[in-house]
């Protein structure tokens, strides 16, 4: 299995500010995901991380409003930008990887409130 | 593309009672479907899967599920409802290549009576 470690597990921020999240893996991975989930929704996938180049938007979201990023195989961050109450979510990790199975694993989640 | 379909937002059961969260999934190449718990404030965890091996496949708390490809479904069961099953679950799909992504159904809040 991964452990994957997302910072901050929850945030109130102000609207019109940016927050980043961060997500760390205990191992390298191939797949790193970034989902929303709305409250008391499912889960909506933003965009795939990729490593050394632009994230893989879904349909929907926008670099300049979800900025990604990827370094290195272990760590991604997403940005969440000029932010509006409407993007208060959950905002998950989640890392996928053939040494790991099939399944995908997930972080805890960061609760976001914009206020 | 692929697509899964859960019926019923929410679902009652008495503890003791039958556990039936329905999931019919779309896809046109061969699927794996997975089964997600997730509690209160916390992160997705693994239930089960199913992979192309078994039809049947057992999970975590007691759960199984048996993959119908003739109905197209994957419904998760359990026979004896326990207070602490109380969450929400999800069913997801996604193609059998290990970069694919997981799509996710709308999800079952189950809740369990005494």
């Known amino acids: 299995s991964a452990v994957i470690s997302q910072k901050p597990s929850r945030d109130i921020c102000q609207r019109g500010t940016s927050l980043t999240i961060q997500c760390q893996v205990d191992?390298?991975?191939?797949?790193m995901f970034w989902y929303r989930q709305q409250p008391g929704q499912s889960l909506t996938l933003i965009a795939t991380?990729?490593?050394?180049?632009?994230?893989?938007?879904e349909s929907g979201f926008v670099i300049d409003k979800f900025p990604i990023s990827r370094p290195n195989l272990t760590f991604s961050t997403l940005t969440v930008s000029n932010m509006s109450p409407e993007d208060s979510s959950i905002y998950l990790c989640?890392?996928?990887?053939?040494?790991?199975?099939?399944?995908?694993?997930f972080g805890q989640g960061t609760r976001l409130t914009v206020v | 593309a692929q697509s899964v379909t859960q019926l019923g937002s929410h679902v009652s059961v008495s503890e003791g009672a039958l556990v039936l969260l329905r999931c019919n999934y779309s896809s046109s190449v061969p699927p794996y479907l997975f089964w997600y718990v997730q509690y209160p404030n916390q992160g997705l965890q693994l239930l089960l899967k199913?992979?192309?091996?078994?039809?049947l496949v057992k999970g975590i708390n007691g759960f199984e599920a048996e993959f119908k490809k003739s109905e197209t479904s994957f419904h998760l069961t359990k026979p004896s409802a326990h207070m602490s099953d109380a969450a929400e679950y999800f069913c997801?799909?996604?193609?059998?290549?290990?970069?694919?992504?997981?799509?996710f159904g709308t999800g079952t809040q189950l809740k369990v009576e005494l």
């Open positions: 991380a990729n490593q050394g180049s632009e994230a893989t938007y």
């Open positions: 997801a799909v996604s193609g059998t290549g290990g970069g694919n992504k997981l799509t």
């Open positions: 989640s890392v996928r990887d053939r040494t790991l199975g099939t399944e995908a694993f």
């Open positions: 199913y992979t192309s091996a078994a039809t």
């Open positions: 191992s390298q991975v191939t797949m």
